[in-house]
């Protein structure tokens, strides 16, 4: 299984951005997704996941509201689109995928991961 996430640069604040990720190998549409991102000197820390069918969406709580995760099965691809961007939403974003049935929160539930994009908001 290969990830490829793309979409990052350099937004103003209060801006949008779209990131996908394009996942290669095994089935696609059996496996829940999950994006992460991680901040200088920082953990990585969970962002939003979405069910293999497109069933259910989870968000963090500090993006709640402001991004949304889809995917399209027949492209193989998971998207996270970013709006109102704020200067705290900078870091790597990594997409990821998880084997188990339910969604969960902790990066080392998932087993592949994309190279990251890097997404920089200034203010």
């Known amino acids: 299984v290969q990830l490829q996430a793309s979409g990052g640069g350099l937004v103003q604040a209060g801006g949008s951005l779209r990131l996908s990720c394009v996942a290669s190998g095994r089935p696609f549409n059996m496996y829940n997704m999950g994006w992460f991102r991680q901040a200088p000197g920082k953990e990585r820390e969970f962002v939003a996941a979405?069910?293999?069918?497109?069933?259910?969406?989870y968000y963090a709580d500090s993006v709640k509201g402001r991004f949304t995760i889809s995917r399209d099965n027949v492209k193989n691809t998971v998207y996270l689109q970013m709006n109102s961007l704020k200067p705290e939403d900078t870091a790597v974003y990594y997409c990821?995928?998880?084997?188990?049935?339910?969604?969960?929160?902790?990066?080392?539930?998932?087993?592949?991961w994309g190279q990251g994009t890097q997404v920089t908001v200034s203010s």
């Open positions: 979405i069910m293999s069918s497109s069933s259910s969406t």
């Open positions: 990821a995928r998880t084997p188990y049935y339910t969604v969960t929160y902790s990066p080392s539930s998932y087993d592949y």
